[in-house]
Structure formats: C-alpha cells, structure tokens
C-alpha cells in the first residue's frame, strides 16, 4: 500500500488517508503509509509553488511565491527566521521545519507526531497546494 499511495489521485489520498486515521485513532501514531502520503503531499506543495533548491538553497523564483497566499507567507517568512538563525540561506529543511512550526508548534519528523499534528500538517498542505480548497480551509479554521 505504501508505494501505491506515491502516485494517488488527491481524492484518492484523502481516502487513504482517512482509512489510515481509522487505524492511527486505535492508537498509536503516524503510520509508515501517512508518511507516504504525507512526502507525496510535500512534493505537490513544492511543485506547486515552484520550491525547489539548488546546492542547497532556494533558487530565486521560489521566494516570489511567498505572496500567493497567508499560508505561503507564514511559512516562507518562518523558514526566512530559521535560515537567518542558522546563517544560511532558507533551504527546502527549512520551509518544512517552518510549515511544522505553524501547524504545531514544534518541529517533529512525521513519525513522532501524533494523530491530530499529523492531519493539521496536511490540512497546511493542501492549503499551501491551493489556498482556496474550501475543505481545508475549514478544517484549518476548527
């Protein structure tokens, strides 16, 4: 299951990721298959906005995305404060550690993050993916 979810449909996804939270609400947190999704999701945000790096940082066309939406420039300005700390330029580490940041307050690796972080973090995705999906706008709202 886990190689299927790599190339699902966004909808497609969603179901499998609601089948996953079934198991994860037994108990237990983030699964091997939702971190799957949650890479594979990672990836459309990156392709959405143009994010990519070369030798490490974010090439120039990438930072003009940061004014698509509130979302992109929470995590753009976030992953901008980590990359100053560190004296560096803002790498793609950055912009994840930042969207977890804004998400849950803490910067987690999928598998230590629990239920509720886990669906927060891709409801921000989606939203970093098209910051008009009503559906997660909403859960974002709750």
Not at 35 to 60: D, E, F, P, T, Y
Not at 65 to 81: C, D
Not at 118 to 139: C, G, N, W
């Amino acid at each position: 299951m886990i190689a299927e979810t790599a190339s699902l449909a966004p909808e497609d996804a969603a179901s499998a990721l609601r089948s996953a939270s079934q198991t994860w609400r037994r108990g237990g947190g983030v699964n091997p298959t939702q971190i799957k999704i949650l890479a594979n999701h990672w990836n459309r945000v990156c392709q959405a906005n143009l994010w990519h790096a070369v030798n490490g940082g974010m090439v120039a066309e990438s930072r003009g995305t940061q004014n698509a939406s509130e979302f992109h420039q929470r995590v753009w300005k976030g992953a901008e404060e980590l990359a100053e700390a560190a004296r560096t330029n803002v790498a793609p580490m950055d912009l994840r550690n930042s969207a977890c940041l804004l998400t849950i307050g803490a910067v987690k690796a999928p598998a230590d993050m629990d239920q509720p972080e886990f669906v927060r973090l891709m409801t921000l995705y989606s939203l970093l993916i098209d910051p008009e999906d009503q559906t997660a706008l909403i859960k974002w709202r709750s």
